[in-house]
């Protein structure tokens, strides 16, 4: 006769098993890869990381796919420096859209110093997985303006359909208005072009969502290969702010992972759900570049506030799209 504590036991066990493998598990995919931009098109989720290793080897670019946020696939080498002539190392960040048909690539390249050449560029394909050609040959943006480095680029489209770009490095936001075919800046209509935006306590890797009619920006605050890098927000009427720092929202848990940050959401369509997809630092890991793509979930409370996030080894489980 079969003992049915072990049955029991044993059932437990399998229930187990069969619950992890509809978890993503943290990080999602293998490699090193930070700095994840997260986007859906379509009935398909994409993000496009850095590739994250020492400068002179950030060359290209992969991304990665997926229909459920379970089981990812990996697109190599979608753009490199041997299409992007004026890139020569340090491609970081990117920032994506699609558009009339368009998929755009957003990206920061040569860790631009004054005087020299690097900054945003602009790439585009007929598909979301590339191969993505150099728009303009040359950077969108190229010189330091109000103490911005230009990198950490994030595509935003706001309500009545104007696109802006959110950017900058060293402890300053820029944002500026895209024309039409991401090919230039446009004048905002006091004749300015680059609006200074900066919140207290912002470091780099700007974002901005709209939810309940509020903008949500958001940013990386501390340094990025320290374990208190860390993710903050402000919630404000208007994309141009002011942003008045709320708090903290994701950052290092001591038993799971340290330097939680540089990240960007995931909003499922026609629903409250909410993803974040960060990198963070393995433990006992010291290397700053060794950094690994995540997501977990992220919610808010009843005043619209956003709830600490609760960063996991389990991930998040299975989440297809509409067609």
């Known amino acids: 006769m079969k003992n049915p504590v072990f049955i029991s036991f044993l059932l437990i066990i399998l229930a187990a098993c069969g619950s992890k493998k509809e978890l993503s598990g943290n990080p999602v995919f293998e490699g090193w890869y930070a700095d994840p931009e997260g986007i859906i098109y379509g009935d398909t989720y994409w993000v496009y990381p850095t590739y994250s290793y020492d400068y002179e080897e950030q060359v290209f670019f992969d991304c990665f796919s997926s229909k459920d946020l379970v089981k990812w696939t990996k697109h190599s080498n979608i753009i490199d420096t041997a299409e992007v002539k004026w890139a020569k190392k340090a491609m970081w960040a990117p920032g994506v859209i699609c558009k009339d048909g368009k998929y755009y690539f957003f990206f920061a390249a040569n860790d631009v110093h004054e005087g020299e050449i690097g900054g945003i560029g602009v790439a585009v394909s007929d598909r979301p997985e590339g191969p993505y050609k150099d728009l303009l040959r040359k950077p969108l943006i190229n010189e330091i303006v ?178």
Request: proline residues 6%.
């Open 146 to 323: 109000n103490g911005a480095q230009p990198i950490d680029q994030f595509v935003f489209q706001d309500k009545d359909g104007t696109y802006y770009l959110y950017y900058g490095g060293w402890g300053h936001c820029n944002v500026v208005k895209l024309n039409d075919d991401f090919t230039a800046l446009v004048p905002f209509d006091d004749g300015e072009i680059y609006k200074e935006v900066t919140p207290e306590r912002y470091v780099e890797g700007p974002f901005m969502f709209i939810r309940d009619g509020k903008y949500y920006f958001m940013w990386s605050e501390g340094g990025w290969t320290g374990p208190d890098y860390s993710v903050a927000y402000a919630i404000a009427d208007s994309p141009f702010g002011p942003f008045r720092r709320i708090g903290k929202i994701l950052q290092q848990d001591p038993m799971v992972a340290t330097g939680a940050g540089h990240h960007s959401v995931l909003h499922i369509p026609d629903t409250d759900e909410y993803y974040i997809v960060y990198h963070r630092h393995p433990l006992g890991d010291h290397i700053g570049n060794h950094r690994v793509t995540c997501i977990d979930k992220m919610t808010f409370d009843e005043k619209g506030l956003i709830h600490p996030v609760k960063i996991t080894f389990e991930g998040v489980g299975k989440r297809k799209l509409k067609k």
